[in-house]
């Protein structure tokens, strides 16, 4: 039995917990509130973050203050390098090669009575809806918004990423590509509109922040889809003046860097329609285009700021849960070009923070992590019940110490072709058994494959090991129409599968 002293420590700590907390000790059969979740997608974030990569002096003071205000994940990986497969698999919880969602899909269709696997899912804003919240959205979230009635309250989305110039500055959105057989780009880079005001991400924290202000009867699941920095580039001008010319750097980069490569990697990264590194060079734009990413970048980052400050103002401050993440990286001149689309680390690393309640704070970790964990996580942190169809696993016991053992994170770009992220290793395996192997510890540019050399044999074996026993053929209603390897691999693996 306890004695009177132990008894009187308890009851002291117990109180002084809910003192902390902010709320009244709980009456007797009282349940703890759940907290809220703010859920923060960014669209074509990489790794150039003050508390990341630091990128030619980069300015995210906002998104800083979150990291250090929670768990930074360094080396979290999309499960897809394209916003609508990897998107489906955040909301699903379930990988590309699970469900043939390997391009892009309308969104009332990520879940239809053809698709096994997703015929009956519950994506993560339902499965809130489903335990009591009260759900609502606004801006890119899914490939386009969001199925209809995911959300109780539904902001939608601006259509396109304008606004838009009379006239394109500088990329025409063609290049040299067969516009027959490619599709079109929207990059292009300079200052525009004149006010952030005239920006959909502005309008989008406007929703955001009003919903902040009001007042719930029941714990609410809010959700911010950020356009920038998907191309075009267009900020205003005082954003660029953020980053004078002169202080930006150029991305490491070898011309003969793809000579080592199997040929499909060449074929999934054949995009005439973007800008080549090469003439990136000649032209002088360069500089120039990385500055206007990182215009975009400190744009977002002021966005998301306000809605962050909003939030601290708000009642629900101390009882929220924030998780930020981006759908893929982008390349801005590795690999020969400037786009996301590929199996590379560039492509894949992307930005995941989780904050509030529940979370260790100024915590960074570098073991790979998936965005596929986000939704397992998410309901962890919220004391929900698990949804044992979700492929992810939880990052809780990571986020408080635990050490994971053979952790690692698969992408997949379509049928068959994957890459896994693991123990400083990248090992990428392709539909016609092409290979890629990457040692991270002496090669973090990803110059040399060492696929073929013996010396990381036991290495790429762990590796392979990782990747999927399943893969689907392509989900009927998902295409991806912008050059022509994914166009033919979709007719052809489907008519074999079949």
Request: aromatic share 12%.
């Amino acid at each position: 039995m306890m004695n009177k002293k132990n008894i009187l420590a308890v009851l002291t700590l117990l109180l002084f917990g809910a003192c902390q907390s902010g709320n009244k000790p709980l009456e007797q059969n009282e349940t703890p509130k759940k907290p809220n979740v703010l859920f923060i997608a960014v669209d074509d974030l990489n790794t150039w973050l003050g508390c990341l990569d630091k990128f030619s002096n980069t300015k995210t003071p906002n998104i800083d203050r979150l990291a250090n205000s929670g768990v930074l994940f360094t080396n979290a990986h999309c499960q897809a390098p394209l916003c609508g497969p990897s998107r489906a698999s955040v909301m699903t919880g379930l990988r590309p090669s699970t469900t043939g969602i390997y391009g892009m899909t309308e969104d009332n269709n990520v879940r239809w009575k053809g698709n096994d696997a997703t015929k009956d899912i519950t994506f993560l804003p339902e499965y809130f809806r489903e335990n009591g919240y009260y759900t609502m959205g606004i801006g890119k979230l899914f490939h386009k918004h969001a199925p209809d009635n995911v959300f109780h309250e539904s902001g939608g989305r601006y259509k396109g990423f304008g606004p838009y110039p009379k006239e394109r500055f500088v990329w025409d959105g063609v290049g040299t590509s067969d516009r027959k057989r490619y599709g079109k780009t929207s990059t292009d880079w300079g200052a525009f509109p004149e006010a952030d005001s005239l920006m959909p991400d502005h309008e989008s924290v406007n929703w955001v922040n009003e919903r902040l202000n009001r007042k719930y009867d029941q714990p609410f699941f809010l959700a911010l889809g950020i356009l920038r920095p998907h191309v075009p580039l267009y900020v205003p001008q005082k954003w660029f003046d953020l980053h004078p010319l002169d202080s930006i750097e150029v991305t490491p980069y070898q011309p003969d860097d793809l000579e080592d490569v199997p040929p499909i990697a060449l074929k999934i990264n054949d995009l005439p329609m973007m800008p080549t590194t090469e003439w990136a060079k000649e032209s002088g734009e360069w500089k120039k285009i990385i500055q206007a990413y990182l215009a975009c970048v400190s744009f977002v980052d002021y966005e998301i700021g306000r809605a962050l400050d909003a939030l601290e103002n708000s009642q629900y401050a101390d009882n929220t849960v924030i998780v930020l993440w981006s759908d893929h990286g982008y390349r801005l001149g590795q690999k020969g070009t400037f786009a996301k689309h590929a199996l590379w680390e560039s492509a894949t690393n992307a930005p995941l923070i989780f904050a509030g309640p529940g979370v260790p704070q100024n915590k960074v970790i570098d073991t790979p992590a998936e965005m596929l964990s986000i939704y397992p996580t998410l309901l962890e942190l919220c004391g929900l019940p698990a949804n044992n169809k979700n492929e992810g696993r939880s990052l809780v016991s990571t986020m408080n110490g635990e050490a994971e053992e053979n952790a690692f994170a698969m992408t997949t770009f379509g049928y068959k072709n994957h890459a896994v992220k693991s123990g400083g290793f990248r090992y990428i395996q392709y539909e016609d058994g092409g290979e890629e192997l990457y040692d991270h510890t002496v090669d973090p540019n990803e110059f040399t494959n060492e696929a073929n050399n013996e010396k990381y044999k036991e290495q790429l074996n762990q590796l392979k090991g990782y990747l999927p026993k399943v893969n689907k053929k392509w989900d009927q209603h998902s295409a991806y129409k912008f050059q022509p390897y994914f166009v033919e691999q979709k007719e052809r693996v489907n008519n074999e599968v079949q």
